[in-house]
C-alpha cells in the first residue's frame, strides 16, 4: 500500500508555517538582545561616579600673558593668588616646594597649563601629605608650595581659574586638575615633576 503524498496545498500551510515560526524565534531574539543592553545602560547610570561639581569655582578676566622686562614696575592682578597677567620671563620647575612662589613666576607656569595648589603653612601634617602624594601620582603640570597670605587652607589655581578650600579635599582637587591642567594659552609646554623639596 503506497503512501498518500502531502497536497500541494498542505506543503505551502507548512512551509508558512514553518516561516511564521521562524520569524518568531527572531523577534524573541531580538527582544531579549534589546532588553539585555537596556538592562546594562541602567546598570551603568546607576553605577557610575558622579562627576565632582567644583563648587565655588572662581573665574577671572584674562589679563594677558606679556613677559616683564627688567625695571617694569610690580604687576598689579585681579585675584589672589594671580591666576593671569604679566610674568616673569622664565617658569619654574614643577614639583613641590617648600618655600613661596612668587606669583610673577607662578603666573608663567599657569599659561603653560600647570595647576598650583597652594597651602597656609599652618595646614595640617598628613593634609599636606595627601596633597604631596597626589601630586607625585599626577608627574606633570601640577605645582604645591604653601602660601601666608591665602583666606582659605587650600587655594587650587589654573589660568584664570581660582578655588579655595577649607580642607585637603582630594576630590575637588583632582576634579579640577583634570579640568584644567594644561588648558593654558600655551599649550604643549612641558612641565614634568622635577623638585621634590619635600623629601629634603
Not at 24 to 48: H, P
Not at 145 to 152: F, G, S
Request: aromatic share 6%; with cysteine; proline share 8%.
Amino acid at each position: 500500500m503506497s503512501q498518500q503524498k502531502p497536497s500541494k496545498k498542505a506543503a505551502r500551510r507548512a512551509a508558512t508555517e514553518a516561516k511564521r515560526r521562524k520569524e518568531k524565534r527572531k523577534r524573541y531574539l531580538m527582544l531579549g538582545g534589546m532588553a539585555v543592553v537596556v538592562v546594562g545602560l541602567i546598570g551603568f547610570a546607576v553605577t557610575r561616579p558622579e562627576p565632582v561639581e567644583l563648587e565655588g569655582l572662581e573665574t577671572f578676566a584674562d589679563l594677558g600673558g606679556g613677559h616683564l622686562q627688567e625695571g617694569d614696575p610690580p604687576p598689579t592682578y585681579n585675584s589672589s593668588p594671580a591666576t593671569s597677567g604679566p610674568h616673569a620671563p622664565s617658569s619654574t620647575a614643577c614639583g613641590i616646594y617648600t618655600e613661596e612662589i612668587p606669583d610673577v613666576v607662578l603666573v608663567h607656569n599657569l599659561e603653560h597649563g600647570t595647576v598650583a595648589i597652594q597651602y597656609l603653612p599652618v595646614l595640617a601634617d598628613a593634609s599636606l601629605t595627601q596633597i604631596q602624594e597626589f601630586a607625585r601620582e599626577k608627574g606633570t603640570h601640577i605645582l604645591v608650595a604653601p602660601r601666608a597670605d591665602l583666606t582659605h587652607p587650600v587655594v587650587v589655581t589654573g589660568w584664570t581659574r581660582m578655588l579655595r578650600l577649607d580642607e585637603a579635599n582630594l576630590a575637588a582637587i583632582d576634579a579640577f586638575y583634570d579640568r584644567f591642567a594644561q588648558r593654558g594659552p600655551e599649550v604643549g609646554v612641558p612641565c614634568q615633576f622635577q623638585i621634590d623639596q619635600a623629601l629634603g
